[in-house]
């Protein structure tokens, strides 16, 4: 049997304010003529298949082409709910579905599972829904933790796959011990203080597929992440877009192999004094791919946004990271005010408090000096 593991689609989801759809379900084409060409039976989406619990409608519509399109390239479908997906939305969804689609997001079905038959017997597909410890206290005594739940949900795996016997693959959504995540990109999970799932919770099946990481992973030959498959922050740049393909063959799992998707706008972090990223020849590559500036002149500049997207109109980020670190004054800009003797001081701590630190420069020094002298002139004269 063929398997082709993917997840964390996040349909709905925007990039610095701009709607990737359009570059979603161009690459979910792509993704689907791939199980065309690779002759896949089934495709597995682990959760975060919306990026919100109430997408919008237009979401929905690319969710059912999505599933659909791979329906018609010859596989079944079994797709299971995130921590972003509204369970109750995405499990209404499955009614409206064809054969072949399977939607799994109801906790009470953990431990049942949906099998696909191959040449060589059964493979039990068991989908684990994201679980949130406390609304399962009332089911499952003692749960508060995701390892908790995590490690219920898999003890009956194992235990309905004893009895049954075969091969088995399960999907979960949550956060795995030995991983990196995105910073401020995947959505904690958290609930009790623990938010980590150890790799051991894994055992007895012959692939584990998970979702919530953005960026593949592999944990163990069988246990791995696919991550998205569209760059969701400048954050996750550098990191490949695609699904895990997997063969099991009579007695498990046979091979693991990467296919990439395509990037239908490359990321692009660009770092250095804003004159020269707006003038260097060198940036023209960056011309047309998304684009985040982190300028190191010691000021703010004014207006950096409009002035960068004049040359680059894919640039979605700005930051101000100057290379000169300050010491930062203890003392607030009322005491620093409080404190100034002269003019001369008090316009110093007015240029330090907006300024991150720096005062006026000397050639503003110059004209500062200039414009007090004359004001003390006119003043004698007055």
């Known amino acids: ?18 709607s990737t759809l359009d570059a979603l379900r161009d690459v979910l084409d792509e993704l689907i003529a791939q199980v065309r060409a690779r002759d896949v039976d089934v495709v597995i989406v682990a959760g975060d298949v919306f990026d919100s619990a109430t997408p919008a409608a237009a979401c929905y519509s690319l969710l059912s082409d999505a599933l659909r399109g791979i329906a018609d390239a010859g596989a079944r479908v079994v797709v299971t709910s995130g921590n972003h997906d509204s369970a109750a939305r995405l499990g209404f969804q499955a009614g409206l579905l064809r054969d072949g689609i399977h939607v799994l997001t109801d906790p009470d079905a953990v431990g049942t599972p949906l099998t696909i038959d191959d040449d060589h017997g059964p493979v039990h597909f068991y989908g684990i829904p994201y679980l949130e410890p406390a609304l399962l206290r009332h089911r499952w005594e003692g749960v508060r933790t995701q390892a908790a739940v995590l490690g219920r949900a898999m003890d009956l795996v194992r235990t309905d796959l004893a009895e049954r016997g075969g091969r088995s693959v399960a999907i979960a959504h949550c956060f795995a011990a030995g991983v990196e995540p995105t910073p401020h990109l995947e959505r904690d999970i958290q609930q009790g203080g623990l938010d980590v799932v150890p790799l051991s919770t894994f055992d007895g099946v012959d692939y584990m597929a998970l979702g919530h990481i953005h960026g593949r992973q ?165």
């Not at 007015?350 to 007090?372: K, Y």
């Open 1 to 18: 049997m063929r398997i082709l593991h993917t997840s964390d689609w996040h349909i709905g989801r925007t990039f610095h304010g701009h």
């Open 218 to 382: 592999r944990l163990a030959e069988n246990v791995r992440y696919a991550g998205a498959p569209l760059h969701y922050s400048f954050g996750e740049g550098d990191k490949p877009r695609g699904s895990w393909l997997i063969d099991l063959d009579a007695d498990g799992l046979s091979t693991v192999e990467w296919l990439a998707l395509p990037v239908p706008r490359r990321l692009v972090t660009l770092r250095g004094p804003l004159a020269e990223i707006l003038e260097d020849a060198g940036y023209a590559t960056a011309e047309d791919a998304w684009v985040c500036v982190e300028y190191t002149d010691d000021l703010p500049e004014a207006d950096p946004l409009r002035r960068l997207q004049q040359r680059f109109p894919f640039c979605a980020k700005v930051v101000h990271a100057p290379t000169l670190v300050r010491t930062a004054d203890p003392r607030s800009y009322v005491e620093r005010v409080r404190a100034a003797r002269t003019d001369r001081e008090l316009v110093e701590a007015f240029l330090s408090h907006v300024r991150e630190g720096q005062g006026a420069s000397e050639r503003e020094a110059e004209i500062l000096e200039d414009v007090l002298d004359e004001r003390v002139r006119q003043e004698a004269l007055a």
